[in-house]
């Protein structure tokens, strides 16, 4: 199914080079900027990085086509509240793909779970048990989509809100505005700038749980 390829594709168009990483910098001890407080999941490694809250627009291009999407640098406090509120505007039944870079992955490379066709309701209900790992492990991700057209929320290993739609953003776009997060298409997010992902063998066993609680299989797309 093509929705599959869209979840590493985005971040192609959004990021497209490795940078390297200071593991003794200081700024992988901050957690607080301001009114934005980070995720444990990944640090800035630059003094220069001073993450924002807010979002911004772009086009995932795959096979000649672009599908709209909105990206969004959401403080701690509200990020998997506006995910799970992003994924009311999905149908009834979506499919899930879980992404996983936890060992014994090879370094950068990725494994895929998927389940096809699960009531929102019950994966919704779920996901609020595994909180704290979706927020806070910067070694996995989380795609839900339409599995009837074009449209897909993520809530990926950078901890940043993607939403794809090819008909219309706005449905997204009122959600970030009620909770006030407003559209900056200058904004420079913790993707744009060399970064560190963190994590911890706790959540490795938790995306365990949460792929076999939702009946996610190993998906051998490449």
């Given at each position: 199914?093509?929705?599959?390829?869209?979840?590493?594709?985005?971040?192609?168009?959004?990021?497209?080079?490795?940078?390297?990483?200071d593991?003794?910098?200081?700024?992988?001890?901050?957690?607080?900027?301001?009114?934005?407080?980070?995720?444990?999941?990944?640090?800035?490694?630059?003094?220069?990085?001073?993450?924002?809250?807010g979002?911004?627009?772009?086009?995932?291009?795959?096979?000649?086509?672009?599908?709209?999407f909105?990206?969004?640098?959401?403080?701690?406090?509200?990020?998997?509240?506006?995910?799970?509120?992003?994924?009311?505007?999905?149908?009834?039944?979506?499919?899930?793909?879980?992404?996983?870079?936890?060992?014994?992955?090879?370094?950068g490379?990725?494994?895929?779970?998927?389940?096809?066709?699960?009531?929102?309701?019950?994966l919704?209900?779920?996901?609020?048990?595994?909180?704290?790992?979706?927020?806070?492990d910067?070694?996995?991700?989380?795609?839900?989509?339409?599995?009837?057209?074009?449209?897909?929320?993520?809530?990926?290993?950078?901890?940043?809100?993607?939403?794809?739609?090819a008909?219309?953003?706005?449905?997204?776009?009122?959600?970030?505005?009620?909770?006030?997060?407003?559209?900056?298409?200058?904004?420079?997010m913790i993707?744009d700038?060399?970064?560190?992902?963190?994590?911890?063998?706790?959540?490795?066993?938790?995306?365990?749980?949460?792929?076999?609680?939702?009946?996610?299989?190993?998906?051998?797309?490449?």
């Amino acid at each position: 199914m093509a929705h599959r390829n869209i979840f590493r594709q985005a971040w192609l168009s959004l990021t497209n080079t490795t940078p390297v990483v200071d593991e003794n910098d200081p700024c992988l001890t901050r957690t607080q900027y301001g009114d934005f407080c980070l995720t444990n999941a990944i640090r800035p490694s630059t003094k220069n990085m001073t993450p924002v809250q807010g979002y911004r627009h772009g086009i995932c291009w795959e096979q000649n086509e672009g599908t709209p999407f909105v990206v969004a640098s959401i403080t701690r406090e509200k990020l998997f509240e506006v995910f799970m509120e992003f994924t009311d505007l999905l149908e009834s039944e979506v499919d899930v793909v879980l992404e996983t870079s936890h060992p014994p992955n090879a370094r950068g490379q990725h494994r895929d779970m998927i389940r096809d066709e699960i009531d929102l309701p019950v994966l919704q209900s779920t996901l609020y048990d595994y909180e704290d790992m979706l927020v806070n492990d910067g070694f996995m991700g989380i795609a839900v989509v339409n599995p009837y057209g074009i449209q897909e929320v993520q809530l990926n290993e950078h901890k940043v809100v993607i939403a794809y739609n090819a008909n219309t953003l706005a449905p997204y776009e009122e959600v970030l505005q009620r909770h006030r997060i407003t559209c900056n298409e200058a904004i420079k997010m913790i993707i744009d700038a060399p970064h560190m992902h963190i994590s911890q063998h706790a959540y490795k066993e938790k995306f365990d749980m949460l792929a076999q609680q939702i009946g996610c299989e190993e998906s051998w797309e490449h």
